[in-house]
């Protein structure tokens, strides 16, 4: 999994700033960088009492559905999620500001569906599958879609892709004080012997977890392409958990039949054969 020494990035600590970044690679690399976040982007929280506060968990994104209450996250995610009594999803969450006063409301986590062949944090084929959704209840009666706009799940073009953009929440206060989203767009290259992408960006500590690769964002009608996620080998990232590396599974059959199985409500069945290649079906 993706980590700081003792902190692991799924796991993690939840105003523009500069980032801060104990250790770079030799090479030149861009880095992310502290920005006000956008509305559909936002962290979990496995205890609603921290929100304001807390420690965030992983970075989630609302995506486009039938029943408007859909967020996409890591399947390394899932497990604290699901055994949480009071897990919690703040779109463009606001560190220092109580739950009541969030600006898209506390949406109270229903339930977060994952593939049953996915081990969390694998380093193996099945890492590919490192997807969940999560169903999210109303927040004073309104869907989490209706207040925040979505992404729209879209197949992953084929490597590379000349520019994406990265968003998450880095959690652990040594690296961000305080607690705001971070982006980066560059380009994105393929992780050899696998249906992953691979994206060079300093700066994606533990908590940006789930956190979307989006392309063709538009503020102006809150929305845009969600094509992967922050996730994959290793929970997300290389084995020395440099924070400048970050992992997406590729999004194929497989992701858009867990997305229907999330929308139906229903417990995901694993087709055969294992894996379908990516890249296949266009947006849902």
Same mark, same amino acid.
Not at 199 to 222: A, H, K, M, N
């Given at each position: 999994?993706?980590?700081?020494?003792?902190?692991?990035?799924?796991?993690?600590?939840?105003? *523009?700033?500069?980032?801060?970044?104990?250790?770079?690679?030799?090479?030149?690399?861009?880095?992310?960088?502290?920005?006000?976040?956008?509305?559909?982007?936002?962290?979990?929280?496995?205890?609603?009492?921290?929100?304001?506060?807390?420690?965030?968990?992983?970075?989630? @994104?609302?995506?486009?559905?039938?029943?408007?209450?859909?967020?996409?996250?890591?399947?390394?995610?899932?497990?604290?999620?699901? *055994?949480?009594?009071?897990?919690?999803?703040?779109?463009?969450?606001?560190?220092?500001?109580?739950?009541?006063?969030?600006?898209?409301?506390?949406?109270?986590?229903?339930?977060?569906?994952?593939?049953?062949?996915?081990?969390?944090? @694998?380093?193996?084929?099945?890492?590919?599958?490192?997807?969940?959704?999560?169903?999210?209840?109303?927040?004073?009666?309104?869907?989490?879609?209706?207040?925040?706009?979505?992404?729209?799940?879209?197949?992953?073009?084929?490597?590379?892709?000349?520019?994406?953009?990265?968003?998450? =929440?880095?959690? @652990?206060?040594?690296?961000?004080?305080?607690?705001?989203?971070?982006?980066?767009?560059?380009?994105?290259?393929?992780?050899?012997?696998?249906d992953q992408l691979k994206v060079v960006c300093g700066? =994606?500590?533990?908590?940006?977890?789930?956190?979307?690769?989006?392309?063709?964002?538009?503020?102006?009608?809150?929305?845009?392409?969600?094509?992967?996620?922050?996730?994959? =080998?290793?929970?997300?990232?290389?084995?020395?958990?440099?924070?400048?590396?970050?992992?997406?599974?590729?999004?194929?059959?497989?992701?858009?039949?867990?997305?229907?199985?999330?929308?139906?409500?229903?417990?995901?069945?694993?087709?055969?054969?294992?894996?379908?290649?990516?890249?296949?079906?266009?947006?849902?």
């Amino acid at each position: 999994m993706r980590a700081l020494p003792l902190l692991p990035r799924l796991a993690t600590a939840g105003c *523009a700033a500069a980032l801060l970044i104990p250790a770079t690679p030799a090479q030149a690399m861009p880095n992310a960088r502290h920005y006000g976040g956008i509305p559909m982007v936002g962290a979990f929280f496995t205890n609603s009492a921290d929100v304001g506060s807390g420690r965030t968990q992983c970075t989630g @994104s609302v995506v486009h559905s039938p029943t408007r209450d859909l967020v996409l996250t890591a399947g390394h995610c899932a497990g604290s999620l699901n *055994a949480a009594h009071h897990a919690v999803f703040v779109p463009q969450y606001r560190f220092g500001t109580s739950a009541a006063h969030q600006p898209h409301g506390v949406y109270p986590v229903r339930q977060a569906f994952t593939d049953p062949r996915y081990t969390p944090n @694998s380093r193996g084929r099945d890492s590919d599958l490192d997807i969940a959704f999560v169903r999210v209840g109303p927040a004073a009666g309104h869907a989490v879609e209706d207040r925040t706009g979505s992404l729209t799940l879209t197949a992953t073009p084929a490597p590379p892709i000349r520019s994406v953009t990265m968003v998450g =929440y880095p959690g @652990s206060a040594a690296v961000n004080p305080h607690h705001s989203p971070v982006t980066c767009t560059t380009s994105a290259g393929r992780l050899p012997g696998f249906d992953q992408l691979k994206v060079v960006c300093g700066g =994606y500590y533990g908590g940006t977890s789930g956190g979307p690769l989006i392309t063709g964002y538009r503020g102006s009608s809150r929305t845009g392409s969600v094509v992967g996620e922050i996730g994959g =080998y290793n929970g997300g990232g290389d084995n020395r958990n440099d924070h400048w590396i970050s992992y997406s599974p590729m999004f194929g059959q497989d992701a858009f039949d867990l997305y229907q199985d999330a929308v139906e409500g229903v417990t995901p069945y694993p087709p055969l054969p294992y894996p379908t290649p990516a890249g296949i079906g266009g947006g849902w």
